[in-house]
């Protein structure tokens, strides 16, 4: 099941299902919503004494796995990679990168002029970090931020470029299809790091979060969530499939 529906457009619900309004709501979406419901929402914090270098080396080998970030990424995200001789398949040398923040396919090139096509994202910015709770973190925590994973991810360099430090309420990927991922991705990673939103931010992210469609529900979770008594989100545990696969908005309650 995808895209917008009713409960109407169901062969399968009764007359006695809630009603059911605006797009339906991937499980991931719904969780995310919660989660954002935990973050504090705040003013945005000074960026005097942000660097760089406050969150530890560009690109260290936080791992031990004598790789270092960048070429991690570059290896995890890319297809078709190939690696420099000599590396033990670390210095990622050229590869193909689906580009999520644009659906665009880039071909990528170690080199002096070409290296610069793909560049390693950080999710959530450091700047943006910074100036949202990443000031009363440990050096240690801080340097985990910068080099996690969770919030690195190859991209095309202009687009990086164009979103800088902005959160989502300033910038969003002009791939539409991926911003719900995209939104979910910064939520999941401030809580981890215990930063904060502000009002702005929090209602962007909501928006986002709102319109995310569905393929198949793989939770039970009933976050009561949204904007005022018709807008929570829910799923019908009395729905006769095996996975809950209604989700959207009460408008009985």
């Given at each position: 099941?995808?895209?917008?529906?009713?409960v109407?457009?169901?062969?399968?619900?009764?007359?006695?299902t809630?009603?059911?309004r605006?797009?339906?709501?991937?499980?991931?979406?719904?969780?995310?919503?919660a989660?954002?419901?935990t973050?504090?929402?705040?003013?945005?914090?000074?960026?005097?004494?942000y660097?760089?270098?406050?969150?530890?080396?560009?690109?260290?080998?936080?791992?031990?796995?004598?790789?270092?970030?960048?070429?991690?990424?570059?290896?995890r995200?890319?297809?078709?990679?190939?690696?420099?001789?000599?590396t033990?398949n670390?210095?990622v040398?050229t590869?193909?990168?689906?580009?999520?923040?644009?659906?665009?396919?880039?071909?990528?090139?170690?080199g002096?002029?070409?290296?610069?096509?793909?560049?390693?994202?950080?999710?959530?910015?450091?700047?943006?970090?910074?100036?949202?709770?990443?000031?009363?973190?440990?050096?240690?925590?801080?340097?985990e931020?910068?080099?996690?994973?969770?919030?690195?991810?190859?991209?095309?360099?202009?687009?990086?470029?164009?979103?800088?430090?902005?959160?989502?309420?300033?910038?969003?990927?002009p791939?539409?299809?991926?911003?719900c991922d995209?939104?979910?991705?910064?939520?999941?990673?401030?809580?981890?790091?215990?930063?904060w939103?502000?009002?702005?931010?929090?209602?962007?992210?909501l928006?986002i979060l709102?319109?995310?469609?569905c393929?198949?529900?793989?939770s039970?979770?009933?976050?009561?969530?949204?904007?005022?008594?018709?807008?929570?989100?829910?799923?019908?545990?009395?729905?006769?499939?095996?996975l809950?696969t209604?989700?959207?908005?009460?408008?009985?309650h």
């Amino acid at each position: 099941m995808s895209g917008r529906g009713t409960v109407g457009d169901d062969p399968d619900a009764s007359e006695s299902t809630p009603a059911v309004r605006g797009q339906y709501l991937a499980s991931e979406a719904v969780k995310a919503m919660a989660q954002l419901e935990t973050l504090p929402v705040k003013g945005l914090g000074p960026r005097t004494g942000y660097s760089r270098d406050e969150f530890g080396p560009a690109w260290a080998d936080t791992d031990h796995n004598g790789c270092d970030t960048r070429n991690d990424i570059l290896a995890r995200d890319l297809t078709d990679e190939t690696f420099k001789l000599g590396t033990n398949n670390c210095v990622v040398t050229t590869g193909t990168l689906a580009d999520k923040y644009t659906g665009t396919t880039i071909n990528f090139v170690r080199g002096h002029n070409t290296s610069a096509a793909v560049q390693i994202d950080h999710i959530v910015a450091l700047g943006d970090a910074w100036q949202k709770g990443g000031q009363q973190l440990s050096t240690d925590q801080r340097e985990e931020l910068a080099n996690d994973p969770l919030n690195l991810m190859a991209v095309g360099g202009h687009t990086n470029s164009a979103k800088g430090d902005k959160d989502a309420a300033a910038w969003l990927p002009p791939n539409t299809a991926f911003r719900c991922d995209y939104v979910s991705k910064q939520v999941v990673i401030k809580a981890k790091y215990s930063l904060w939103v502000t009002r702005a931010e929090h209602e962007a992210i909501l928006d986002i979060l709102e319109g995310c469609t569905c393929t198949a529900m793989d939770s039970g979770v009933r976050p009561q969530l949204g904007r005022g008594s018709t807008a929570s989100v829910f799923w019908d545990s009395d729905t006769p499939f095996s996975l809950p696969t209604i989700v959207g908005a009460r408008e009985d309650h």
